[in-house]
């Protein structure tokens, strides 16, 4: 049996989910500590990935996210345009300066991170103002999207301002998972999808306190949604 020299080290001797007993720490990277693993029941050999604290509050992370919101304020700028001057106008002063959340996360005021993320707040009020004149269904499925990416920009700057007291990395999860609801019951009503991600956001169970994709998804859509984990072993 290894030491428990560290924190990931302490796993080493425990049985996971009731089936994986950790044997031995095989490998450490910048994302993830990666142990030699055997199956309770089938006593099968296998590698386990766990990723670490810091790889989840990675701000390289989160930056990647506001490149995203960037993305999306240029597609609500451009529906906006044809809305009409007074809108387009108005919803242009509201996302003034709101790339300067791509800065590294000390050079912005908290007084601005809360300011930009208010502004988005009014964003999508005036975006939904406008739901009521859309008819036809080209026209309907374009303010659907532009409503979508108004709540992305959003969703970043609550990760910048904080949002509910949750620290960043958790309002990522939350944000993602919101996103998928959205494709499941708005962009693609009635059809299944497939997610592929990291095993840390499909997780249905708690780990370092933070709520992850996979259990906000698991707690809207119960048994419907089916978990499928991949291991390796060479």
């Not at 080493?12 to 720490?25: I, S």
């Not at 590294?104 to 975006?127: C, H, M, Q, W, Y």
């Not at 997610?195 to 997780?203: K, Q, T």
């Amino acid at each position: 049996k290894v030491k428990a020299d560290g924190e990931y080290d302490r796993l080493v001797g425990q049985t996971l989910d009731g089936r994986y007993f950790v044997e031995k720490k095989i490998g450490e990277g910048g994302m993830g500590v990666v142990f030699a693993a055997r199956h309770a029941v089938i006593e099968r050999p296998l590698a386990i990935k766990v990723l670490k604290r810091e790889a989840m509050r990675d701000t390289a992370t989160i930056r990647r996210f506001v490149q995203e919101a960037k993305a999306a304020s240029a597609l609500v700028l451009a529906y906006a345009d044809g809305l009409g001057a007074e809108a387009s106008d108005r919803i242009r002063e509201l996302y003034r300066g709101i790339e300067t959340l791509d800065r590294r996360d000390t050079d912005v005021p908290a007084s601005e991170k809360l300011r930009f993320k208010d502004n988005a707040i009014e964003a999508i009020r005036l975006l939904e103002a406008f739901r009521g004149s859309v008819r036809d269904v080209s026209s309907v499925e374009t303010h659907r999207d532009a409503l979508q990416a108004a709540r992305i920009v959003l969703q970043a700057c609550e990760m910048h301002s904080g949002g509910d007291g949750l620290p960043p990395w958790a309002i990522r999860e939350r944000s993602m998972a919101e996103n998928v609801k959205w494709l499941l019951e708005e962009r693609f009503p009635g059809e299944k999808i497939v997610l592929w991600a990291h095993n840390g956001h499909v997780r249905t169970a708690p780990y370092s306190g933070i709520d992850s994709q996979g259990m906000y998804l698991r707690a809207w859509y119960g048994a419907q949604m089916v978990v499928l984990g991949l291991a390796s072993y060479h």
